[in-house]
């Protein structure tokens, strides 16, 4: 039972790389996010997606895309890495966005910008 | 400005004693409250919540208790096992907003 599964773990990009995150879930559910976390600061979320084929903003989402193409897969990408874009980066789906409703989460990406 | 803070970055408790974490929200809008734990190179997995209909919700060692009217809410752990030694993340929510805000974490250790 794999739950949400983030790909790759670690990673070390130079400034100005590109790069895709891919998120999986196997729940079957309608609602991702991608987070960031950084020292001393809670998960801040930087897009998410109500179902297949939508997305949206978060509260950080500047230099980020997503795309959400089949249900099960929500991907982030870094279109020109910067040092400030260090940080771990965790996904998260739930079976609806409403409220109360508990998210589950992947075991993040831990990503590094020289 | 964080709407959610939790002020005591790490916390030592002894094995078998009461562990407590504080969280303090600032905007009056939220009414729905969830703690996460997370094991190190792990996600954060649900742990317990409460509605603001409440000001406690109990599950085995987890108690959770909440004051409205101070913005304040706690999770109690008792006893305190070494198992619990984690980050736990305060997280809130209002009806009519469709994500969380997280705290920044607290920081367990449960001494042997």
């Known amino acids: 039972n794999a739950g949400v599964t983030q790909t790759p773990k670690f990673r070390v990009l130079k400034t100005g790389q590109s790069m895709t995150l891919l998120c999986a879930q196997d729940?079957?559910?309608?609602?991702m996010y991608w987070y960031r976390q950084d020292p001393g600061m809670g998960l801040r979320l930087i897009h998410y997606?109500?179902?297949?084929?939508?997305?949206a903003k978060g509260e950080v989402p500047d230099g980020y895309n997503v795309s959400r193409l089949k249900k099960q897969n929500f991907l982030l990408g870094l279109e020109s890495a910067a040092p400030s874009q260090t940080s771990v980066y965790f996904c998260?789906?739930?079976?609806?966005?409403?409220?109360?409703?508990?998210?589950?989460f992947g075991d993040g990406t831990r990503l590094s910008i020289l | 400005d964080q709407q959610v803070k939790q002020n005591s970055p790490s916390l030592s408790v002894q094995e078998g004693r009461i562990s407590i974490l504080n969280c303090d929200y600032t905007?009056?809008?939220?009414?729905?409250f969830l703690w996460y734990k997370k094991y190190p190179a792990e996600g954060p997995t649900f742990l317990i919540s409460?509605?603001?209909?409440?000001d406690k919700n109990e599950d085995g060692r987890f108690t959770v208790f909440l004051n409205k009217s101070a913005k304040h809410l706690s999770l109690h752990i008792v006893p305190s096992q070494p198992g619990d030694s984690a980050v736990y993340f305060c997280?809130?929510?209002?009806?009519?907003?469709?994500?969380?805000?997280f705290g920044p974490g607290t920081r367990l250790s449960v001494l042997p």
């Open positions: 998260a789906s739930s079976y609806e966005g409403r409220y109360g409703q508990p998210q589950h």
């Open positions: 997280a809130a929510q209002h009806q009519g907003g469709q994500n969380f805000v």
């Open positions: 729940m079957n559910h309608e609602y």
């Open positions: 905007n009056s809008m939220f009414d729905y």
């Open positions: 997606s109500v179902g297949e084929g939508t997305t």
């Open positions: 409460i509605s603001s209909i409440k």
